[in-house]
């Protein structure tokens, strides 16, 4: 698994600095956006049934903070208030292989 070395904001993006020397840009609101959070994808019962999931505006939506979670994710504040959502090392490697 790669793990983050460098996280910084810069301008709308966080950047990240990988262990493998990959880099990663990605924009605050496609984090938002992306939050894995069941606030935002909402959850599944043993039946398949989503419940929850609420699609938000993410326009102007900014990371504030984050702290690291264990040694495999990444828990980023936002500005809209939201700070639930735990982005694994490997979800956050998938999401900058997304378009903008």
């Given amino acids: 698994m790669h793990t983050p070395r460098n996280l910084q904001s810069i301008g709308d993006e966080i950047a990240i600095a990988?262990?493998?020397g990959a880099?990663?840009?990605l924009r605050h609101d496609?984090?938002?956006?992306?939050s894995p959070s069941a606030e935002t994808q909402g959850e599944r019962d043993v039946?398949?049934?989503q419940y929850g999931g609420q699609a938000r505006p993410t326009a102007g939506v900014r990371v504030t903070?984050?702290?690291?979670?264990?040694?495999?994710a990444i828990?980023?504040?936002?500005?809209?208030?939201?700070?639930t959502g735990?982005?694994?090392?490997?979800?956050?490697?998938?999401?900058?292989?997304l378009p903008p």
């Fill in 18 to 20: 990988w262990s493998d």
């Fill in 30 to 34: 496609l984090l938002r956006r992306a």
């Fill in 86 to 97: 735990l982005f694994t090392f490997d979800y956050l490697r998938k999401l900058s292989d």
């Fill in 47 to 49: 039946f398949g049934n």
């Fill in 75 to 83: 828990r980023f504040d936002f500005s809209d208030g939201h700070r």
């Fill in 23 to 25: 880099e990663s840009f």
């Fill in 65 to 72: 903070g984050w702290e690291s979670v264990g040694n495999y």
